[in-house]
């Protein structure tokens, strides 16, 4: 985007944009910190040991624990103080998947694409019987099936996935909507994201099936189905993956379920429409990690050096865990890799900040939030009361990564207009790589807000979607092969210069007005 154009967007948005000499930005350093992140990166290094050797990272299993260890280890190689893992409050059970085999026999041999829900139990051992359709649509219905599901494998009536789009799977901010997020316009404080309050009907309608759901698990459970085959969202084998169960120590047992592709499922459900019985073979090995439920996040720090400004502090992070169908490279991998090359660089380059300077990996994100809110909690407040803790007017700021593997563009500045001058300033040496945007918008679903929520500056960087929404996220196709490097080595460059800047820079970034304590709902 054009600086003159860039300016008039921030204009327009109504965020105030002082001249770049009021906001120093140090060449030299970043000249340092590129030639370090682009031409000497670790990023695919890093992103290898966390996804392919790692293997899958739910929450608190053990391939988490396994990542984990390993960032702990390698940011104390790497040099950092206080490398550990800290833990934030009680999660629930750990789970993995230990085996995984399903195919039909009949009417021929065909290996089916389908991995085992989240949390649920395995097959003890190779179960094979004839898929047996259930059509119920509330608990009444269920009763026609009584005494008939011991020991089967089991298909419900479902749809086939809706018409197939024709839009190519892998995309990049274009110029225009790029120049459509920076002209968008502040919006009122208001609830929280996803606090929408929705209609009696809605309502009526989610407790309805909510409550058939319950009715259908225990019903599963109680007639000893010997699996459960469900139709997973996406198309071409891709598989998006969900939990069958909660994490909770004092969940109920649930059916062995099986998230099954949309090409397999609806084969299945044909023949047997048709009138040609299918016969399955399965044997799913599922464990339950039950001897410590405690969430940790890793957390390690490059201590301040200035006599007034040490006990300030930087924050940069992403979250470490993932889904189970593949090893959760761009959703988050990608984000952490990022972070942690953020602080290879600035230890390579020797830099000593006047702040502290703190990473930290998050665990249970994908249940929640949970590693940053404890982590939040713990350090800085309580949103409900926004109670806040002595730490929190030491935080200067926390940068967050978590949209796949594409390259920054720029970004959001969760409402925060007063960061605008100064993020477009340390946005400027970076335009030839392509991050040149700035919006006023607010973006969800991830850890920086849980900062926040409690009035300290939390920031998403804006990302390329790639391929994150349409195939890659939580899904059996979130891999290694799937990130970019260029596109690492870009972000992590970038990061690191912000997070330069900031531990430098003679004031705090500027805050918004404190939220409103905001009870749970």
């Known amino acids: 985007m054009k600086l003159k154009l860039l300016f008039s967007c921030l204009i327009t948005a109504g965020i105030a944009v002082p001249s770049f000499a009021q906001e120093p930005?140090?060449?030299?350093?970043?000249?340092?910190?590129?030639?370090?992140?682009?031409?000497?990166?670790?990023?695919?290094?890093?992103?290898?040991?966390?996804?392919?050797?790692?293997?899958?990272?739910?929450?608190?299993?053990?391939?988490l624990k396994r990542a984990q260890n390993w960032a702990v280890n390698q940011l104390k190689t790497w040099g950092m103080a206080n490398s550990k893992l800290e833990a934030w409050g009680k999660f629930g059970k750990g789970w993995e998947v230990q085996k995984n085999y399903a195919a039909i026999t009949i009417p021929y041999y065909h290996a089916i694409i389908a991995i085992?829900?989240?949390?649920?139990?395995?097959?003890?051992?190779?179960?094979?019987?004839?898929?047996?359709?259930?059509?119920?649509?509330?608990?009444?219905?269920?009763?026609?099936?009584?005494?008939?599901?011991?020991?089967?494998?089991?298909?419900?009536?479902?749809?086939?996935?809706?018409?197939?789009?024709?839009?190519?799977?892998?995309?990049?901010?274009?110029?225009?909507?790029?120049?459509?997020?920076?002209?968008?316009?502040?919006?009122?404080?208001?609830?929280?994201?996803?606090?929408?309050?929705?209609?009696?009907?809605?309502?009526?309608?989610?407790?309805?099936?909510?409550?058939?759901?319950?009715?259908?698990?225990q019903f599963l459970v109680d007639e000893k189905a010997g699996l459960v085959l469900s139709q997973a969202r996406g198309t071409d084998g891709t598989v998006f993956t969900t939990n069958g169960a909660s994490y909770a120590d004092t969940a109920r047992a649930v059916a062995p379920e099986l998230e099954t592709s949309s090409e397999d499922y609806q084969r299945i459900l044909r023949l047997i429409k048709g009138g040609q019985p299918v016969q399955l073979e399965a044997d799913i090995k599922t464990q339950f990690i039950t001897d410590d439920m405690q969430g940790y996040d890793v957390v390690a720090e490059i201590p301040g050096t200035d006599k007034k400004l040490k006990d300030?502090?930087?924050?940069?992070?992403?979250?470490?865990?993932?889904?189970?169908?593949?090893?959760?490279?761009?959703?988050?991998?990608?984000?952490?890799?990022?972070?942690l090359e953020a602080m290879r660089i600035l230890k390579a380059i020797n830099f000593k900040p006047k702040r502290t300077i703190r990473i930290a990996l998050w665990s249970s994100e994908e249940q929640g939030l949970f590693g940053s809110r404890g982590y939040v909690a713990n350090h800085f407040g309580d949103p409900k009361t926004m109670e806040l803790k002595p730490e929190q007017a030491k935080l200067s700021a926390y940068y967050n990564l978590d949209?796949?593997?594409?390259?920054?563009?720029?970004v959001y500045l969760q409402g925060d207009s007063a960061a605008a001058p100064i993020f477009k300033a340390w946005l400027e040496p970076f335009k030839d790589l392509g991050a040149t945007t700035l919006t006023i918008r607010n973006t969800g679903g991830t850890d920086h807000l849980s900062f926040d929520a409690v009035g300290i500056p939390g920031f998403q960087f804006i990302q390329d979607a790639i391929d994150y929404g349409s195939r890659t996220h939580h899904s059996n196709q979130d891999t290694y092969d799937r990130l970019i490097e260029d596109d690492l080595k870009q972000a992590a460059t970038i990061v690191a210069s912000f997070v330069y800047h900031t531990a430098q820079r003679a004031e705090m970034i500027p805050r918004k007005e404190l939220p409103k304590p905001q009870p749970a709902r």
């Open 25 to 63: 930005v140090d060449a030299a350093m970043v000249q340092k910190i590129r030639e370090e992140g682009l031409n000497h990166s670790k990023a695919m290094e890093t992103a290898f040991y966390l996804t392919d050797v790692s293997g899958p990272r739910l929450a608190n299993s053990p391939g």
């Open 116 to 217: 085992p829900k989240a949390w649920t139990p395995g097959t003890n051992g190779l179960i094979k019987g004839e898929v047996m359709i259930i059509k119920a649509d509330s608990a009444a219905e269920l009763e026609q099936y009584k005494g008939k599901l011991a020991g089967k494998i089991v298909i419900f009536d479902t749809k086939a996935p809706t018409e197939r789009t024709w839009k190519v799977d892998a995309a990049r901010y274009t110029d225009e909507e790029l120049t459509e997020m920076a002209n968008a316009k502040a919006t009122p404080a208001g609830p929280r994201r996803n606090a929408v309050d929705p209609n009696a009907a809605q309502m009526a309608a989610f407790r309805k099936l909510r409550a058939f759901r319950t009715a259908l698990s």
């Open 312 to 339: 300030q502090v930087v924050m940069l992070g992403g979250h470490l865990d993932s889904w189970h169908a593949a090893t959760g490279a761009t959703d988050n991998a990608a984000g952490s890799a990022v972070m």
């Open 403 to 410: 949209n796949g593997t594409g390259k920054i563009r720029g």
